[in-house]
């Protein structure tokens, strides 16, 4: 039982790989961006950059890459890909929400 990095993608803001559960086989984004990189040419207009920091973010997606939905499973500031995916892991095992759980396609709402 694990997450596997596929490969890295292209077209997003800072790094990011499309990564797979091998259990569920479901693929997911870990995208990883840090702040400081991009402001760092504004440092001296902002002030200290001390209060960003890096931040990878997980979302569901296809195996092409694409995201399915940016609401993010697991990671966070101050996260790094390793941690983010050990995050996902847990998610996974502890069973995702009825909003991620694909293979069912009914509504998951109650009627009543």
Do not use: K
């Not at 790094?80 to 694909?102: M, N, V």
């Amino acid at each position: 039982m694990s997450v596997t990095i596929l490969r890295e993608l292209q077209g997003f803001r800072g790094q990011a790989c499309l990564v797979q559960d091998e259990e569920t086989q479901r693929f997911f984004v870990v995208s990883s961006v840090d702040p400081r990189d991009m402001m760092a040419g504004l440092g001296g207009l902002i002030g200290s950059l001390d209060m960003f920091g890096p931040e990878t973010l997980v979302f569901p997606a296809h195996e092409d890459g694409s995201v399915t939905d940016w609401g993010e499973v697991a990671g966070g500031r101050g996260t790094s890909r390793i941690q983010a995916i050990a995050e996902l892991t847990t998610w996974l095992r502890a069973g995702c929400p009825d909003r991620y759980a694909w293979d069912n396609d009914s509504d998951t709402e109650d009627d009543d």
